[in-house]
C-alpha cells in the first residue's frame, strides 16, 4: 500500500496540472519520443519567450486533473510518452509547438484543449496558420489606408476639376 507522504505528493500533482490546465488558455498534448534532452530546451526556451512552458507529467495523473476538471478526452491519447504545453495566451504557444512539430519530426501533436474546450489536430493546426495580431493589425491598418488613399485622390480629382 503506498504511503500517505506518496498520496499527498501525487494529490498535490493532480492539483498542479489542474491549476495549469485551468489557467492556460492553450494546452496542447504532444509525444515527444525520439527528442533529444537539447531539443527540449531548444523547445522550452521559444515557448518562455511567448509566456508557455512544456512539462512532462504520468498520464494517470493528467488523467486524474482531467477528470476533476470535467474535461473528456479519449483514453488513447494518453498513452505512451507525453508532453504538455500550457500557454496563458491562445495562438503563440500553438504556433511555436507548431513550428517546432514541422521541424523535429519526433513531436508529433496529438490533442489541445483550447479555451477549456479539448480541440483535435485539424483545429489545432488552423490556429497555427492564423497571423500573429501585430501582423493582422498591419493588414488592418493597410487596408484602410487604401481607402483614405482613394478618397484623396477622388477629392483631389474633384478640386482640379472645380478649378477648371
Given amino acids: 500500500m503506498a504511503s500517505q507522504k506518496i498520496l499527498e505528493s501525487k494529490e498535490n500533482i493532480v492539483n498542479e496540472i489542474a491549476d495549469k ?4 488558455e492553450s494546452v496542447i498534448l504532444f509525444s515527444y519520443q525520439g527528442l533529444t534532452v537539447a531539443d527540449m530546451a531548444e523547445l522550452r526556451n521559444n515557448l518562455r519567450n511567448v509566456d508557455g ?6 498520464n494517470t495523473l493528467v488523467k486524474r486533473a482531467l477528470e ?6 479519449e483514453d488513447s491519447f494518453l498513452e505512451g ?11 503563440e504557444p500553438i ?11 519526433q513531436a508529433v501533436i496529438r490533442i489541445g484543449i483550447i479555451s ?7 483545429e489545432i493546426n488552423k490556429y497555427a496558420t492564423i497571423p500573429s495580431r501585430e501582423t493582422l493589425l498591419t493588414q488592418l491598418a493597410s487596408g484602410m489606408m487604401a481607402y483614405v488613399k482613394d478618397l484623396s485622390i477622388a477629392l483631389n480629382l474633384y478640386a ?3 478649378e477648371n
Avoid at 508532453?83 to 496563458?88: D, M, N, P, S, T
Avoid at 504556433?95 to 523535429?104: G, P, V
Fill in 21 to 24: 490546465i485551468k489557467n492556460s
Fill in 53 to 58: 512552458e512544456a512539462k512532462i507529467y504520468k
Fill in 68 to 73: 476533476s476538471l470535467n474535461i473528456k478526452m
Fill in 81 to 91: 510518452p507525453n508532453a504538455i504545453v500550457f500557454g496563458k495566451s491562445l495562438l
Fill in 95 to 105: 504556433k511555436e509547438i507548431s513550428k517546432f512539430a514541422k521541424n523535429h519530426e
Fill in 116 to 122: 477549456g474546450e479539448v480541440a483535435g489536430l485539424e
Fill in 160 to 162: 482640379d476639376k472645380k
